[in-house]
């Protein structure tokens, strides 16, 4: 069955250093890979998508890769803030209405 | 208005109530979602609907009954809902049909506890 993985259950950083997060995904070929914050009691908001064949997207201080050789996605936020405290979500979306949602990692960014 | 505006955020309710969630979008997506969250885990897809028609049901029990009454709406009826069930309902729309992979907008959810 199809399965993401997203590297860690939280991950501890401190102010002003680069927050590297994993994106791990089997048994799919996603035609497009989101990432999504969710803040607590909230819904999702979307921050990026990058194609199956595109390895690099940049936004401001974040930028996402997506190697679909080893079936993994990494995100960076860099020069990280308080405020980027979140959770982060991974999705995979193939053509049609299906997104699939990994189990975030939870970022805490210490002043 | 980029918003989609679910009612109510909170709901209790015993199992033997009928209750209803519901979303609102006026963006013009045509594409509206259900999906369910436990904490701590990810969003579990639930409903679709494409152009006002039920387009995915993820097997859902029928204690849960969708309804698309129009482009802008989307409704969820809940009955003889098990404490199980208990969860935070998110209500997503996208622009199209669903063919690009363009993004979800969720609403804010309507956090349901079953007594």
């Known amino acids: 069955s199809q399965k993401i993985e997203q590297n860690s259950e939280a991950l501890n950083i401190q102010e002003g250093k680069t927050a590297t997060l994993t994106c791990n995904y089997t048994n799919y070929s996603p035609a497009y890979l989101q990432w999504y914050r969710q803040d607590p009691g909230r819904g999702p908001v979307f921050l990026l998508l990058i194609r199956e064949n595109e390895k690099e997207k940049r936004k401001e201080r974040l930028k996402v890769t997506f190697d679909t050789t080893l079936k993994q996605s990494l995100f960076h936020i860099t020069a990280s803030q308080p405020a980027d405290s979140a959770t982060y979500l991974c999705a995979l979306r193939g053509g049609g209405f299906k997104t699939i949602f990994g189990a975030g990692t939870r970022l805490f960014v210490k002043a | 208005d980029t918003e989609v505006t679910q009612t109510p955020k909170h709901l209790v309710m015993g199992m033997t109530n009928k209750k209803s969630l519901k979303c609102e979008q006026h963006m013009g997506h045509r594409a509206m979602y259900w999906y369910k969250q436990k904490a701590k885990k990810p969003p579990e897809l639930m409903f679709v609907y494409s152009y006002e028609k039920l387009s995915i049901n993820e097997s859902v029990p029928s204690r849960f009954s969708p309804e698309c009454p129009n482009s802008s709406l989307l409704n969820l009826h809940l009955h003889a809902l098990q404490p199980e069930d208990s969860a935070l309902y998110l209500c997503?729309?996208?622009?199209?049909?669903?063919?690009?992979?363009?993004?979800?907008?969720f609403g804010s959810g309507t956090q349901l506890s079953v007594l």
């Open positions: 997503a729309s996208s622009q199209t049909d669903g063919k690009r992979g363009e993004k979800l907008f």
